[in-house]
């Protein structure tokens, strides 16, 4: 399978990796996650290029991921803001933060933590069953693919009738 295939598999993963698997989309996604919503901003803040920056907010713009907006400031400048779209890949930013802070941070620790707003605690947002409210992982879940429609069914053996050929 070619890489510019990926978006039209039949795979929601694949799908999701035609639009946000290019390392520099989820550090800019990252950035946007941490507040940050200038096209600068995300520049400092990633080292990425102008130019390579520039088309990967195009493109995040263009999934409806982010939105530009005005800036609510004097200046007017241009802003990149997270559409609800984009928010919904927070779970996917949060689990590959837990991942890297178990298994790539070393001896001085995670670089950042996350707390609850709400409460002020320490959080380490958890996958939990909607309906029965437990924490789950993946030996916990089964994958079920959906059912293919039903194809043309064959006739049975012994059902043509005779001088049909």
């Known amino acids: 399978m070619r890489w510019r295939s990926v978006s039209e598999a039949n795979c929601s993963v694949a799908r999701t990796l035609s639009v946000i698997g290019e390392r520099w989309t989820m550090l800019i996604l990252r950035e946007a996650f941490l507040g940050r919503r200038r096209f600068d901003d995300f520049q400092r803040n990633t080292g990425i290029a102008r130019n390579i920056l520039a088309a990967r907010l195009r493109a995040l713009v263009g999934n409806d991921i982010l939105e ?4 609510e400031d004097e200046h007017s400048r241009v802003e990149y803001r997270l559409t609800k779209k984009g928010i919904d890949l927070y779970p996917v930013m949060v689990a590959m933060l837990r991942w890297g802070d178990t ?3 070393g001896d001085k ?8 707003r709400g409460c002020g605690a320490k959080a380490t947002p958890a996958f939990v069953c909607p309906s029965c409210g437990e924490n789950v992982s993946a030996r916990d879940m089964l994958a079920v693919p959906r059912r293919a429609s039903h194809p043309a069914r064959r006739p049975e053996r012994g059902s043509r009738k005779h001088g049909a050929r």
């Open 68 to 71: 530009r907006a005005e800036g």
């Open 109 to 116: 620790g995670p670089p950042l933590t996350l707390v609850h």
């Open 103 to 105: 298994w790539l941070c």
